[in-house]
């Protein structure tokens, strides 16, 4: 009898280790048939993105070729235009009526405007092309070169910078320059009819992101029209006001997005205004 369930035991020991053998096989079947879809899958999503990379690449010759054609087909009219604006002032001084010369001025006024919107557009194509080449900046040092380089627009001027001590980031050193550039020109340009000009940089903190700011006390803009202040071309005061191309601010905001941040501005009308953009502080833990 103990002989008999010692053997039904061994057999049903038996159907368990051949059941438990055909689940470990088809375990091991199906993951071979997913390993191989899986090797397929990342075979197809390297050549989709090879081809997508190829076609990237692709673009950006065409962009940098017409760039290219806009920087020196563009111009070389303008260099006329400026070149005989100058041979009739200059060989035909007292020939030209008054009204004849201020023809003139305006004519060449046209052309220096042409001009500085063909380098606005190419700047700003520029930067939602070319390679990120991010680093720790000290933005201290980064206001310290903007303040050299909008020196000019701000000589003879009542300006009083309220600055506070800015913190390390992780960007791209140019293009952050470049953000503070247009900003700080754009405070100074929209303050110059005031007698005394104040203009504050500073920053808040939060665990994800720093939000840096630029304040003035300009004209400022309606707020119903906010939605337009980073669009290219978009302007909320007229030429005869203010110049400028309505390009600086949508460089700001391709910038900043591409740095993963976000772009905002407050005012009253007469009362100034407030710009905002943030940088996130995940990408600054090698600081």
């Not at 470990?24 to 990379?53: F, Q, Y």
């Not at 601010?249 to 772009?263: K, Q, W």
């Amino acid at each position: 009898q103990a002989s008999k369930m010692a053997e039904d035991d061994s057999l049903r020991l038996l159907e368990v280790a051949e059941k438990s053998r055909q689940v470990l096989l088809s375990v091991l079947e199906d993951e071979r048939i997913a390993r191989n879809e899986i090797k397929l899958l990342n075979k197809g999503l390297e050549m989709r993105v090879k081809e997508r990379t190829q076609q990237l690449e692709a673009v950006n010759k065409e962009l940098e070729a017409f760039s290219y054609s806009v920087s020196h087909d563009l111009r070389a009219p303008l260099r006329h235009i400026n070149g005989y604006v100058d041979l009739l002032t200059s060989h035909f001084p007292d020939v030209l009526p008054e009204k004849g010369k201020n023809y003139l001025d305006t004519i060449a006024d046209s052309a220096k405007q042409m001009g500085v919107l063909i380098d606005d557009l190419l700047l700003f194509s520029k930067t939602g092309r070319q390679e990120m080449k991010n680093s720790n900046i000290d933005m201290n040092l980064v206001l310290d070169k903007v303040f050299s380089t909008i020196s000019r627009d701000t000589y003879g001027r009542k300006i009083k910078w309220i600055t506070a001590n800015l913190p390390h980031v992780y960007g791209d050193p140019a293009l952050i320059k470049q953000v503070w550039i247009n900003l700080l020109s754009n405070s100074v340009k929209f303050t110059q009819n005031k007698n005394k000009t104040i203009i504050e940089i500073g920053y808040k903190e939060d665990e994800k992101e720093f939000v840096f700011f630029v304040s003035d006390n300009g004209v400022g803009f309606d707020m119903k029209y906010a939605n337009k202040l980073f669009g290219v071309f978009q302007r909320l005061h007229s030429k005869a006001e203010f110049e400028g191309t309505g390009v600086g601010l949508a460089n700001v905001h391709r910038i900043i997005v591409r740095h993963g941040g976000r772009v905002w501005a407050e005012a009253n009308q007469g009362k100034g205004a407030v710009f905002y953009f943030s940088l996130p502080k995940l990408q600054n833990k090698k600081q």
